[in-house]
């Protein structure tokens, strides 16, 4: 055995006195922090949705509803004149209705990240308004001014301070 490592004899123990490395042993990090230490980057976010996403979503979802409506046409026997002009007006039709709705977060799936996205955005820009949330407000501001009058007051009896004591 090399520099009082192991066992002085693996005679008893049931071991072959092989020793080896510790893998689980977790090394102390050279002050490395694992948060960020501006406070910049510790404000919340708001995950911005991909608009290419959602209007190729939009888009699908009318294709989709055209789809059916020219499958079930065919299966009918409808000539392809009037399939056309059928599918052309449902397909404006849900176009000029898409425009204008809103998403509704309750029928959204999980794996719809996007649309989560726009309607949490909604959701949250609908409670800003009812609550009278200014759009520029940033939080903890509250804080910071109360911080500054603090100080300013702070600073404004010491300059008194040093006046009287200048003046006797």
């Given at each position: ?11 008893g ?6 020793v ?16 960020p ?6 404000k919340?976010?708001?995950r ?22 020219r499958d ?6 409808v ?12 397909r ?20 719809q ?13 609908k ?42």
């Amino acid at each position: 055995m090399s520099s009082n490592v192991g066992l002085t004899t693996p005679r008893g123990s049931g071991t072959s006195g092989y020793v080896q490395r510790n893998l689980s042993h977790l090394r102390p990090r050279d002050q490395i922090k694992p948060y960020p230490s501006d406070s910049d980057s510790l404000k919340h976010r708001q995950r911005q949705p991909d608009k290419d996403i959602l209007a190729h979503d939009k888009a699908r979802e009318v294709e989709v509803k055209v789809f059916d409506l020219r499958d079930r046409l065919e299966d009918e026997g409808v000539d392809e004149e009037e399939i056309e002009t059928q599918t052309e007006a449902l397909r404006k039709k849900l176009t000029s209705d898409s425009r204008g709705t809103k998403t509704n977060a309750r029928g959204l799936k999980s794996h719809q990240v996007h649309e989560l996205a726009q309607a949490k955005i909604e959701e949250s820009e609908k409670l800003r308004k009812a609550l009278g949330i200014r759009e520029d407000y940033e939080e903890g501001s509250h804080w910071k001014k109360q911080e500054e009058r603090m100080r300013d007051a702070t600073l404004q009896t010491g300059k008194e301070a040093a006046t009287r004591e200048n003046g006797l």
